[in-house]
């Protein structure tokens, strides 16, 4: 029976994406998690033998625990947390109840080593616009909320990624690169195996705004115009990319809860606004 303290695969669905998401630690032991690599998204693995040592870095935040059936490691886990003063629930079924849920999961493979304070570092080009955007977007949201984002001088990306032992994106000739057709946001869907219908439609627009296809998404055009605007008001890449984020958290609710929704005006006498 589920607890006041679990949380529902249909409720961790709607936050998973967005600004509200809670952190979501990943506590299955190391057999489980070899039988299935993948893990939830933007999901920090985490040993819970060692909660006690660990728990105080959560409190005052909300968080999300997932062991494989959410069972005893989730729950004992979730009420260490809580008791460091942490808002912790376990995801009721774990890991099984995800999975079986269709709910989406992160492939491994290609996500960065972390750095000593278990971030991803990534570098760039400066004076982003369209997809040197977007991609620190995903990842922020579905990858690793407290990702490094590192804009040089386009001929000192490859350099600063082997000095600071970052990955480089959105750039000619690496792995984070345009693929045909397709941007490095579309790249990045495909290596992480993150499609769904909603990611699809962001990236369609991305894809339209990045390659001047704008005929591919009607929204391209509003997102190409929003930033280039952003790119003129921020002289900082950090700061424009802060007030982007905001900007594809719209798109992404749009393309996942919006898409039928359309607005009227003058509103039809008699309905209500």
Known sequence: MATPDAITTAQLTRLVGTP?????????VADDHAADPRILPASTRRDHRTVSSWANAYTGRSVAVVCQRGQKLGQGTAAWLRHAGAQAEYLEGGFEAWEQGKGLLVRPEHVPPRDD????????RTRPK????????LIRRFIDPTAVFLFVAPAEV???AERFGATPFDIEGTFWSH???????????DEFGLHSDALDRVAAIVRSADTAAL???PQAAGLLAASLGLSRMHRDDLAQLDAAMGLYDAFYRWARD???ETHD??????ARS
Not at 20 to 28: K, N, Y
Not at 117 to 124: C, H, I, Q, S
Not at 130 to 137: G, K, L, S, V
Not at 179 to 189: E, I, P, Q, S
Request: charged fraction near 20%; charge should be negative.
């Open 20 to 28: 509200d998401a809670p952190i979501i630690l990943d506590v299955r």
């Open 117 to 124: 304070e278990g971030r991803t570092v990534w570098v760039t």
């Open 130 to 137: 369209i997809d040197r955007i977007a991609c620190p977007w």
């Open 158 to 160: 490859a350099a600063v």
């Open 179 to 189: 693929r045909g057709d397709g941007c490095t946001f579309d790249a990045m869907l």
């Open 215 to 217: 005929d591919l998404a």
């Open 258 to 260: 919006a898409v039928g």
């Open 265 to 270: 005006w003058p509103t039809p006498a008699g």
